[in-house]
């Protein structure tokens, strides 16, 4: 158990967070996911928020630059593929 009151505060903000990322991981994956199995219409429609959501998961550290960069090139080059 922590003994400083900063300490006992650093571990509500870091569960607060945690939580905050995996939810948003979560959603965004589910969003891929949803448009990977999507038609043609609906796929366009749900690419820039999904390419949204990769980037701010890349800007808040919760995935790797490199990551989202990889990921929004794959479902470009699906969707376009459709």
Not at 27 to 52: C, Y
Not at 71 to 82: I, N
Request: proline content about 1%.
């Amino acid at each position: 158990m922590a003994n400083h009151k900063s300490a006992l505060k650093r571990i509500r903000n870091s569960e607060t967070k945690r939580l905050r990322n995996r939810y948003q991981h979560k959603t965004t994956r589910n969003a891929i996911k949803k448009l990977r199995e999507a038609d043609k219409k609906e796929a366009e429609t749900l690419f820039p928020t999904v390419i949204s959501m990769l980037d701010k998961l890349a800007k808040n550290n919760v995935i790797h630059k490199n990551k989202a960069a990889n990921l929004k090139s794959q479902l470009a080059k699906y969707v376009a593929t459709l």
